[in-house]
């Protein structure tokens, strides 16, 4: 079984990358469905001192779902969905969490250790969603910028490849952006 | 927000995150104009972008991980290493205690948590820095081990606890805080003068013993101040030495450090300043919930005062805690000396607790053996000894001399007392810095700083700053003090060394008072060669503050201003004003390329408008070109210079010298020089040439020599205004006193050709044809200038020297159809010959050219036989001359 899905995911991401954009439909459930599992996975067993970046979900689910041999422009396809579905899957993480907390004692966030617990604070991470969300409004395209890089770890060439620009332009956008976002999530 | 906002907002926004930060300031004043709304967002995203330290920029999200990369369990083997235990787990890796089963001793093993290869060459960095320490404070580095793929760091197992675990105990004791304190600066003071920077001093990186011994560990995050450039990894070099990196933990950092800016060694001890705090204090100097709140406090706020600790110490953690790091301690070893002398006083009182020790301190540190013997200890603590001779009397004397023997030995670079000076100081004179790299391709970088703060403190309101051509006249001379002083009637004195090694520049100022000769005050600067456009600002800012000059806020930053954020274009332009200021015909075409290439670098660079403007200006005078040719463009280039920033006196005075001797605009002329003098009262060449091309001119001789006067007072060694004020005398038929100046002036300068002809021309305008011929003759042979010439002619056909004024005639004539020679020269020798006709031609033939000083000639004696010619008057009529 797991052998056809990942024939199937395959074949769609071809398509996506030929043009055909309706596949993106298609694909979500499939790749939605592995993050989460992974997410989920991850979130259960509580060991502090130990993180692990989002993207790395990301690069599992991948490895889980396609493996290695798929051509690097599927690949990057691929990270920029699951970007944005590990974006929603961490937000509405955040979202339950804190619903959960609600009710509790208020909770002194220091950002000292840099270290952000979407478990212990999910408002930065609800921030952060808004913000992005405003940022799409004014500017599409770095927000995209934005989720691919901080959601699905592409780099800039890759990230330019999907959105059919420059490296350097991407390298830009991403500056501008976390600055502006980063502004906002102070603010906030 | 709107589409089209945005986009401006991210053009800005993008070439301003390209510029270092110091050049951003002045861009930003370009780009954003009076729109502050648009400046206050692109500020605050690029604030936003400086702040390393954000959930964006560490995206991690708190997923327990799973995959363990290490999970080494006891009595592992890696190599010829058996794991004992893991003892930690660090920002950069993990930390496992091991056995050297090679020499059977225990070592600290540490491994990169990440193996992506930023993390992967910072641990490498981290190993090759720190393995080049020995010192007992210092964990040492075994090895570099290599094993299965993974590199570690084989170092000195250091038992004890972690300083921050003994603080999370309480305050530690005042002798043991010094203790530490002592160590620390120990260890970085042999670190710093290795060139290793530690940048991550906390308590977490000390380690104390039982036995109190003090380790830091982790100079995981040092980089090399000074760089070898035979380095061949520059590209890990850049990676690590950006300024804009923000490493380490917020409440240990400097300001500069949170600032993103560059950090050095003192940016180390600011973090021990703050470690000292917390051990004496038991809190954090600064903190706040968050790291922006942090970040606030340690830039903005003083830390609350520490109770019941000897002044001497709160006067030392304030010393390391003072934001401005060029008034912190400047090395780790001045510290150590005046923490070493702190703890021999408690040891001596036998005073470790901290109650009652503060007066009974006191009470020693007034005794006088004491104070002797800190004076003789401490030699290379010129803060202590001077705190020291405060509180002593008896010794001042002792101290004074120390001072001055250690500023001119060892150079000792700091704050220095100033309790001689209380009052302001009213004049100044910038000696040319002296070029101590031994690379004379770099003197124009001298000069041209020399030359830049002259220009800067001239806008200091009060302040006589004397001019360039009168300091350069000490260049490369042995000049004392108080002769100095004297010869230039200023009160203080700045000198500067300045030091090249590698792109970094070191610039050592040290500000004296002429009548004491002991220095106000004295800093080291270095700085790479690329930022000495900030550079120049700060020292200009720092000067002024150590003249107690009290500024506004619109003078400071006039002060304080620099015209190109662009370091090629500030450098081309010192090379311009370079050649400029040995203003010979070649170098002044030379200095046009310099300037033209400076506005290639950067279209809206102001200064080197100007400069260009004021080099056109001289072309006629020099023979470069003729007025025709280069006036035109002078104007051109003051124009585009004061649309580009009007306060520029420079320009206004070009555009003056353009006005009145190219376009005979006498009012506009007047005007601009005007506004020239009242934007800078210390440039004297707006003085000299109001006073010659507008006031002697139109005959207003009084008016014209009190200007000079003042010039002369600006610029008292120089001949040029000297001899003008001469001229003026001459102009006003007051020869014997215009003989008297000339004499006055060739006393100082006897090679000055110009004032030899002009002797003559005194001589020649009395009728003493000899005296005028010998004069005159003298300045040929130190210059074969036309005028020169003209004027032997002209003495010598009045004189019955007529065959030979008509050889030079000959020869001006011949070299005007090869080059640019002043018609006035050819004019000189025809009035001489008495023929009227010819030099009435010759006349209008300067006049219709432009000749730069024509109007200043229409005034000569020698032409009162002509007063009366028609032709003559619409000459003066023509330059607006005739009343």
């Given at each position: 079984?797991?052998?056809?899905?990942?024939?199937?995911?395959?074949?769609?991401?071809?398509?996506?990358?030929?043009?055909?954009?309706?596949?993106?439909?298609?694909?979500?459930?499939?790749?939605?469905?592995?993050?989460?599992?992974?997410?989920a996975?991850?979130?259960k067993?509580?060991?502090?001192?130990?993180?692990?970046?989002p993207?790395?979900?990301?690069?599992?689910?991948?490895?889980?779902?396609?493996?290695?041999?798929t051509?690097?422009?599927?690949?990057?396809h691929?990270?920029?969905?699951?970007?944005n579905?590990?974006r929603?899957?961490?937000v509405?993480?955040?979202?339950?969490?804190?619903?959960?907390?609600?009710?509790?004692?208020?909770?002194?966030?220091?950002?000292?250790?840099?270290?952000?617990?979407v478990?212990?604070?999910?408002?930065?991470?609800?921030?952060?969603?808004?913000?992005?969300?405003?940022?799409a409004?004014?500017?599409?395209?770095?927000?995209?910028?934005v989720?691919?890089r901080?959601?699905?770890?592409?780099?800039?060439?890759?990230?330019g490849?999907?959105l059919?620009?420059?490296?350097?332009?991407?390298?830009?956008?991403?500056?501008l952006?976390?600055?502006?976002?980063?502004?906002?999530?102070?603010?906030? | 927000?709107?589409?089209?906002?945005?986009?401006?907002?991210?053009?800005?926004?993008?070439?301003?995150?390209?510029?270092?930060?110091?050049?951003?300031?002045?861009?930003?004043?370009?780009?954003?104009?009076?729109?502050?709304?648009?400046?206050?967002?692109i500020?605050?995203?690029?604030?936003?972008?400086?702040?390393?330290?954000?959930?964006?920029?560490s995206?991690?999200?708190?997923?327990?991980?799973q995959?363990?990369?290490l999970?080494?369990?006891?009595?592992?083997k890696?190599?010829a290493?058996?794991?004992?235990?893991?003892?930690?787990?660090?920002?950069?890796g993990?930390?496992?205690?091991?056995?050297?089963?090679?020499?059977?001793?225990?070592?600290?093993?540490?491994?990169?948590?990440?193996?992506?290869?930023?993390?992967?060459?910072?641990?490498?960095?981290?190993?090759q820095?720190?393995?080049s320490?020995?010192?007992?404070n210092?964990?040492?580095?075994?090895?570099?081990?290599?094993?299965d793929?993974?590199?570690?760091?084989?170092?000195?197992?250091?038992?004890?606890?972690?300083?921050?675990?003994?603080?999370?105990v309480?305050?530690?004791?005042?002798a043991?805080?010094?203790?530490?304190?002592?160590?620390?600066a120990?260890?970085?003071?042999?670190a710093?003068?290795?060139?290793?920077?530690?940048?991550?001093?906390?308590?977490?990186?000390?380690?104390?013993?039982?036995?109190?011994?003090?380790?830091?560990?982790?100079?995981?995050?040092a980089?090399?101040?000074?760089?070898d450039?035979?380095?061949?990894?520059?590209?890990?070099?850049?990676?690590?030495?950006?300024?804009?990196?923000?490493?380490?933990?917020?409440?240990?950092?400097?300001?500069?450090?949170?600032?993103?800016?560059?950090?050095?060694?003192?940016?180390d001890?600011?973090?021990?300043?703050?470690?000292?705090?917390?051990?004496?204090?038991?809190?954090?100097?600064?903190?706040?919930?968050?790291?922006?709140?942090t970040?606030?406090?340690?830039?903005?706020?003083?830390?609350?005062?520490?109770?019941?600790?000897?002044?001497?110490?709160?006067?030392?953690?304030?010393?390391?805690?003072?934001?401005?790091?060029?008034?912190?301690?400047?090395?780790?070893?001045?510290?150590?000396?005046?923490?070493?002398?702190?703890?021999?006083?408690?040891?001596?009182?036998?005073?470790?607790?901290i109650?009652?020790h503060?007066?009974?301190?006191?009470?020693?540190?007034?005794?006088?053996?004491?104070?002797?013997?800190?004076?003789?200890?401490?030699?290379?603590?010129?803060?202590?000894?001077?705190?020291?001779?405060?509180?002593?009397?008896?010794?001042?004397?002792?101290?004074?001399?120390?001072?001055?023997?250690?500023?001119?030995?060892?150079?000792?670079?700091g704050?220095?007392?100033?309790?001689?000076?209380?009052?302001?100081?009213?004049?100044?004179?910038?000696?040319?810095?002296?070029?101590?790299s031994?690379?004379?391709?770099?003197?124009?970088?001298?000069?041209?700083?020399?030359?830049?703060?002259?220009?800067?403190?001239?806008?200091?309101?009060?302040?006589?700053?004397?001019?360039?051509?009168?300091v350069?006249?000490?260049?490369?001379?042995?000049?004392?003090?108080?002769?100095?002083?004297?010869?230039?009637?200023?009160?203080?004195?700045?000198?500067?060394?300045?030091?090249?090694?590698?792109?970094?520049?070191?610039?050592?100022?040290?500000?004296?008072?002429?009548s004491?000769?002991?220095a106000?005050?004295?800093?080291?600067?270095?700085?790479?060669?690329?930022?000495?456009?900030s550079?120049?600002?700060?020292?200009?800012?720092?000067?002024?503050?150590?003249?107690?000059?009290?500024?506004?806020?619109?003078?400071?930053?006039?002060?304080?201003?620099?015209?190109?954020?662009n370091?090629?274009?500030?450098?081309?332009?010192?090379?311009?004003?370079?050649?400029w200021?040995?203003?010979?015909?070649?170098?002044?075409?030379?200095a046009?390329?310099?300037?033209?290439?400076?506005?290639?670098?950067?279209?809206?660079y102001a200064?080197?408008?100007?400069?260009?403007?004021?080099?056109?200006?001289?072309?006629?005078?020099?023979?470069v070109?003729?007025?025709?040719?280069?006036?035109?463009?002078?104007?051109?280039?003051?124009?585009?210079?004061?649309?580009?920033?009007?306060?520029?006196?420079?320009a206004?005075a070009?555009?003056?010298?353009?006005?009145?001797?190219?376009?005979?605009?006498?009012?506009?002329?007047?005007?601009?020089?005007?506004?020239s003098?009242?934007?800078?009262?210390?440039?004297?060449?707006?003085?000299?040439?109001?006073a010659l091309?507008?006031?002697a001119?139109?005959?207003?001789?009084?008016?014209?020599?009190?200007?000079?006067?003042?010039?002369?007072?600006?610029?008292?060694?120089?001949?040029?205004?000297a001899?003008?004020?001469?001229?003026?005398?001459?102009?006003?038929?007051?020869?014997?006193?215009?003989?008297?100046?000339?004499?006055?002036?060739?006393?100082?300068?006897?090679?000055?050709?110009?004032a030899?002809?002009?002797?003559?021309w005194?001589?020649?305008?009395k009728?003493m044809?000899?005296?005028?011929?010998?004069?005159?003759?003298?300045?040929?042979?130190?210059?074969?200038?036309?005028?020169?010439?003209?004027?032997?002619?002209?003495?010598?056909?009045?004189?019955?020297?007529?065959?030979?004024?008509?050889?030079?005639?000959?020869?001006?004539?011949?070299?005007?159809?090869?080059?640019?020679v002043?018609?006035?020269?050819?004019?000189?020798?025809?009035?001489?010959?008495?023929?009227?006709?010819?030099?009435?031609?010759?006349l209008?033939?300067?006049?219709?050219?432009?000749?730069?000083?024509?109007?200043?000639?229409?005034?000569?004696?020698?032409l009162?036989d002509?007063?009366?010619?028609?032709?003559?008057?619409?000459?003066?009529?023509?330059m607006?001359?005739?009343?």
């Amino acid at each position: 079984m797991q052998r056809d899905k990942t024939q199937e995911i395959t074949t769609l991401l071809r398509e996506l990358s030929a043009g055909n954009r309706e596949t993106i439909d298609a694909l979500v459930p499939h790749v939605y469905d592995e993050l989460r599992k992974l997410a989920a996975h991850y979130l259960k067993s509580e060991r502090k001192g130990h993180t692990l970046q989002p993207t790395a979900i990301v690069h599992e689910a991948f490895l889980k779902l396609i493996g290695q041999e798929t051509e690097w422009q599927n690949r990057n396809h691929f990270f920029a969905i699951a970007a944005n579905l590990m974006r929603r899957i961490l937000v509405d993480y955040a979202r339950n969490h804190k619903a959960a907390k609600r009710g509790g004692e208020i909770e002194n966030i220091s950002l000292e250790d840099a270290f952000i617990f979407v478990k212990d604070k999910p408002d930065e991470m609800i921030a952060l969603n808004d913000a992005l969300e405003e940022l799409a409004k004014i500017d599409e395209r770095r927000s995209k910028v934005v989720e691919m890089r901080f959601f699905g770890g592409l780099n800039n060439e890759e990230i330019g490849e999907v959105l059919g620009i420059h490296s350097n332009t991407v390298l830009r956008d991403w500056n501008l952006a976390r600055a502006w976002l980063k502004t906002k999530l102070q603010n906030s | 927000m709107s589409p089209d906002k945005w986009n401006e907002i991210s053009k800005i926004f993008h070439i301003a995150l390209e510029k270092e930060p110091s050049e951003r300031f002045e861009y930003l004043n370009q780009a954003c104009g009076d729109d502050n709304e648009l400046r206050l967002e692109i500020e605050t995203l690029l604030d936003s972008n400086d702040q390393e330290d954000s959930f964006i920029d560490s995206p991690k999200i708190g997923f327990a991980s799973q995959i363990t990369k290490l999970n080494l369990k006891k009595n592992e083997k890696i190599g010829a290493f058996q794991i004992i235990e893991l003892l930690g787990i660090g920002g950069m890796g993990e930390v496992y205690l091991a056995k050297d089963l090679r020499l059977n001793r225990q070592v600290a093993l540490k491994f990169p948590s990440l193996n992506d290869e930023n993390s992967n060459r910072r641990f490498l960095r981290e190993a090759q820095a720190a393995a080049s320490l020995e010192h007992p404070n210092i964990c040492s580095i075994h090895e570099i081990g290599h094993e299965d793929g993974r590199d570690f760091i084989v170092m000195q197992y250091v038992k004890g606890e972690t300083l921050s675990q003994k603080l999370k105990v309480g305050v530690l004791k005042l002798a043991d805080s010094i203790n530490i304190a002592v160590q620390v600066a120990d260890a970085l003071s042999e670190a710093h003068e290795r060139g290793i920077v530690h940048r991550d001093i906390k308590p977490a990186n000390i380690i104390v013993s039982p036995q109190n011994l003090a380790i830091v560990l982790d100079f995981g995050l040092a980089k090399r101040i000074v760089f070898d450039s035979n380095e061949p990894d520059s590209s890990l070099k850049s990676m690590l030495s950006q300024p804009g990196m923000i490493l380490g933990t917020v409440s240990h950092m400097s300001p500069e450090h949170v600032r993103g800016q560059q950090v050095d060694s003192r940016s180390d001890l600011w973090s021990l300043g703050v470690i000292l705090y917390e051990m004496l204090a038991g809190i954090l100097p600064f903190s706040g919930e968050t790291v922006s709140d942090t970040i606030v406090s340690i830039l903005e706020k003083e830390p609350p005062l520490i109770d019941n600790v000897p002044d001497e110490l709160k006067r030392i953690v304030r010393k390391l805690l003072t934001k401005n790091i060029e008034k912190r301690y400047q090395s780790a070893s001045d510290l150590l000396i005046d923490l070493k002398n702190l703890r021999r006083e408690i040891e001596i009182r036998g005073e470790t607790e901290i109650e009652t020790h503060e007066h009974e301190l006191e009470d020693t540190l007034s005794g006088q053996t004491v104070v002797t013997h800190e004076i003789t200890t401490s030699s290379s603590s010129l803060e202590y000894a001077v705190t020291q001779a405060k509180k002593h009397k008896f010794a001042i004397a002792i101290a004074a001399v120390l001072l001055v023997a250690v500023i001119s030995t060892v150079g000792y670079f700091g704050f220095l007392s100033n309790a001689n000076n209380s009052g302001q100081i009213n004049s100044i004179a910038v000696m040319p810095f002296v070029n101590d790299s031994g690379n004379p391709d770099i003197e124009f970088l001298s000069d041209g700083m020399t030359e830049t703060l002259i220009s800067s403190l001239s806008r200091i309101p009060k302040l006589s700053v004397k001019a360039r051509s009168s300091v350069f006249r000490y260049k490369g001379k042995d000049a004392s003090t108080q002769s100095i002083g004297k010869e230039l009637n200023v009160q203080s004195i700045l000198n500067g060394r300045v030091v090249q090694r590698g792109d970094q520049l070191t610039l050592t100022l040290e500000l004296v008072d002429v009548s004491t000769e002991n220095a106000i005050w004295s800093q080291q600067y270095t700085r790479k060669q690329t930022d000495l456009i900030s550079l120049q600002s700060e020292i200009a800012g720092d000067v002024s503050s150590n003249l107690k000059s009290k500024l506004s806020g619109a003078e400071a930053a006039q002060v304080a201003k620099s015209y190109t954020t662009n370091p090629e274009a500030y450098q081309l332009y010192l090379k311009g004003r370079f050649n400029w200021n040995r203003g010979t015909n070649v170098l002044l075409k030379q200095a046009v390329d310099f300037f033209k290439q400076a506005i290639e670098k950067d279209p809206n660079y102001a200064l080197a408008y100007s400069g260009l403007a004021e080099t056109y200006v001289l072309f006629p005078s020099w023979g470069v070109a003729s007025s025709k040719e280069s006036m035109p463009m002078a104007k051109a280039a003051a124009l585009r210079a004061l649309e580009l920033d009007d306060s520029l006196a420079e320009a206004h005075a070009a555009l003056g010298a353009y006005l009145t001797q190219y376009k005979y605009d006498r009012v506009g002329g007047e005007k601009e020089y005007r506004r020239s003098i009242e934007l800078n009262p210390n440039y004297a060449t707006a003085r000299q040439w109001f006073a010659l091309d507008i006031l002697a001119s139109s005959r207003r001789f009084d008016e014209a020599l009190v200007e000079l006067s003042l010039a002369q007072e600006l610029d008292p060694l120089s001949p040029v205004i000297a001899t003008n004020y001469g001229d003026t005398l001459v102009y006003a038929r007051r020869y014997d006193e215009a003989i008297e100046q000339y004499k006055r002036t060739l006393a100082l300068d006897p090679n000055f050709a110009f004032a030899h002809y002009a002797l003559g021309w005194a001589y020649g305008s009395k009728g003493m044809y000899p005296e005028a011929i010998a004069e005159t003759r003298k300045a040929v042979e130190l210059n074969d200038d036309p005028i020169a010439n003209g004027y032997l002619g002209l003495w010598l056909a009045k004189s019955g020297g007529r065959k030979e004024a008509l050889n030079l005639l000959d020869k001006l004539k011949q070299e005007s159809t090869n080059g640019y020679v002043p018609g006035y020269s050819i004019a000189l020798i025809y009035i001489g010959l008495n023929e009227k006709e010819e030099a009435l031609n010759w006349l209008e033939k300067v006049v219709n050219d432009r000749s730069p000083t024509i109007v200043l000639y229409a005034a000569s004696p020698e032409l009162d036989d002509f007063r009366s010619e028609p032709r003559f008057m619409n000459m003066l009529k023509l330059m607006k001359l005739l009343e």
